[in-house]
């Protein structure tokens, strides 16, 4: 095994284990937003992903009857999903373009 391949199969052990770390963390999350507990930040996942919790844990807490649909939860899961393929930070790097795009144009007026 060549050395490029050494290190790329490093990486790929890392992100593995970090994948697996992110599920936990995001389970854990996700039952404390199920259960009331609220969500905590700085856990390591995106803004998208803890957006989805938050309105898992809204729902819950604020909703009639207190019962979370089981679309909310889904939700939860397609967010954090977007963040281990990369989908999301994509879509914010594109919106982040396009406002920068947006306003260079404004102030080149």
């Given amino acids: 095994m060549t050395d490029d391949q050494h290190e790329r199969n490093g990486q ?27 969500v905590a930040t700085c856990l390591g996942l995106d803004q998208e992903t803890e957006e989805a919790l938050w309105a898992v844990y809204d729902a819950g807490y604020f909703g009639a ?5 089981e679309e909310r939860v889904a939700a939860a899961h397609r967010a954090f999903e ?8 994509a879509r914010w790097r594109e919106q982040l373009a396009r406002r920068y795009a947006e306003h260079g144009t404004e102030r080149g007026r």
């Avoid at 977007?82 to 930070?89: I, R, T, V, W």
Wanted: aromatic fraction near 2%.
């Fill in 12 to 38: 790929d052990e890392r992100d593995g284990q970090d994948g697996q770390r992110l599920r936990r963390v995001f389970a854990a999350a996700l039952d404390d937003a199920l259960t009331g507990r609220g």
């Fill in 65 to 69: 009857g207190r019962q979370v649909s």
């Fill in 82 to 89: 977007g963040q281990l393929d990369g989908s999301n930070a």
